[in-house]
């Protein structure tokens, strides 16, 4: 069973930044993605940064420039490095891995950003 536990999540003024991590455990298999999305109160959940096995990234169009997703493979982690947030940024950001075809999901961690 693949579990997933971010963190790095809090309160940032408008134009600041924060690293958010998630450290995954409990697989031995090849992740095909790993991903963050968000859900802001009201909203769908929507995917913001997504990286492949190949390395391959996307990125929301609202975040690109501004956001960096990563990892470090040894220690099983995937980063989302968010500068210069905006308000309207503020939600419960989740991040998902795909093992196998199988979604993973997170807790969530939230972030809140104030003007």
């Known amino acids: 069973q693949v579990q997933l536990v971010e963190s790095g999540g809090g309160l940032v003024q408008a134009g600041g930044s924060l690293r958010l991590s998630c450290a995954a455990s409990?697989?031995?298999?090849?992740?095909?993605?790993r991903g963050w999305y968000r859900q802001a109160p009201g909203k769908q959940r929507e995917l913001v940064a997504s990286?492949?096995?190949?390395?391959?990234?996307t990125y929301a169009d609202s975040v690109k420039g501004r956001f960096t997703i990563s990892r470090d493979t040894p220690k099983n982690t995937v980063y989302l490095q968010m500068n210069s947030l905006k308000p309207e940024e503020t939600a419960v950001y989740y991040c998902?891995?795909?093992?196998?075809?199988?979604?993973?999901w997170g807790k969530g961690t939230p972030v809140t950003v104030s003007t």
């Open positions: 998902n891995y795909v093992v196998l075809g199988r979604p993973y």
């Open positions: 409990g697989t031995s298999f090849v992740i095909n993605t």
């Open positions: 990286l492949t096995i190949s390395d391959i990234t």
